[in-house]
T-cell receptor
Framework: AQSVTQPDIHITVSEGASLELRCNYSYGATPYLFWYVQSPGQGLQLLLKYFSGDTLVQGIKGFEAEFKRSQSSFNLRKPSVHWSDAAEYFCAVGGRDDGNKLVFGAGTILRVKS | GAVVSQHPSRVICKSGTSVKIECRSLDFQATTMFWYRQFPKQSLMLMATSNEGSKATYEQGVEKDKFLINHASLTLSTLTVTSAHPEDSSFYIC????????????FGSGTRLTVV
């Protein structure tokens, strides 16, 4: 069965600093990979997704992620964090082999200090 | 872009009553709907998957008779929490997936259910 590990429960960065959120997945076939952001009490907003092709994926709000098959990773990055980026971030994996179900990681709460 | 409308956003109900949550895809046909539950400070747990016109497939440990899912059309899916109890209080989120170019999973804004 597929699984997702986000090893960092909380991360605090200074405004303007770079950010990397880690995501490791386990999936038997070619995965579909996603990063979502959630503000308190809200639904999920898609930041970016990887289905195939270029392993460096650009998303909204200046985020990018790189799919590294050899490391089973899909880390999210942003070169300069803004205070409005403070939220919870979820990595998710899915694919055709499991009925297209999405499995989510535990989430990483990002705090931005000014 | 793909939009999914979920209603209500908040609902408070008495223990023993039933609550229906609606999820509509506004600008695409949702061939598959997913229903998730999220407890405070936790991740999303998939409850069930439904394909239009078919019975929902429930994840292990999810009570089919308590969480009734209907996906009668390509734009509407409903989750009914029957005989709700305080332990059913949670944040419920739907997600819709369509055909190309809507392969992505578009999420509703969620429903905060409080059972008193």
């Amino acid at each position: 069965a597929q699984s997702v590990t986000q090893p960092d429960i909380h991360i605090t960065v200074s405004e303007g600093a770079s950010l990397e959120l880690r995501c490791n997945y386990s999936y038997g076939a070619t995965p579909y990979l996603f990063w979502y952001v959630q503000s308190p009490g809200q639904g999920l907003q898609l930041l970016l997704k990887y289905f195939s092709g270029d392993t460096l994926v650009q998303g909204i709000k200046g985020f990018e992620a790189e799919f590294k098959r050899s490391q089973s990773s899909f880390n999210l990055r942003k070169p300069s964090v803004h205070w409005s980026d403070a939220a919870e971030y979820f990595c998710a994996v899915g694919g055709r082999d499991d009925g297209n179900k999405l499995v989510f990681g535990a989430g990483t709460i990002l705090r931005v200090k000014s | 872009g793909a939009v999914v409308s979920q209603h209500p956003s908040r609902v408070i109900c008495k223990s023993g009553t039933s609550v229906k949550i609606e999820c509509r895809s506004l600008d695409f046909q949702a061939t598959t709907m997913f229903w998730y539950r999220q407890f405070p400070k936790q991740s999303l747990m998939l409850m069930a998957t439904s394909n239009e016109g078919s019975k929902a497939t429930y994840e292990q440990g999810v009570e089919k008779d308590k969480f009734l899912i209907n996906h009668a059309s390509l734009t509407l899916s409903t989750l009914t929490v029957t005989s709700a109890h305080p332990e059913d209080s949670s944040f419920y989120i739907c997600s819709a997936r369509g055909v190309w170019p809507y392969y992505g999973y578009t999420f509703g804004s969620g429903t905060r259910l409080t059972v008193v």
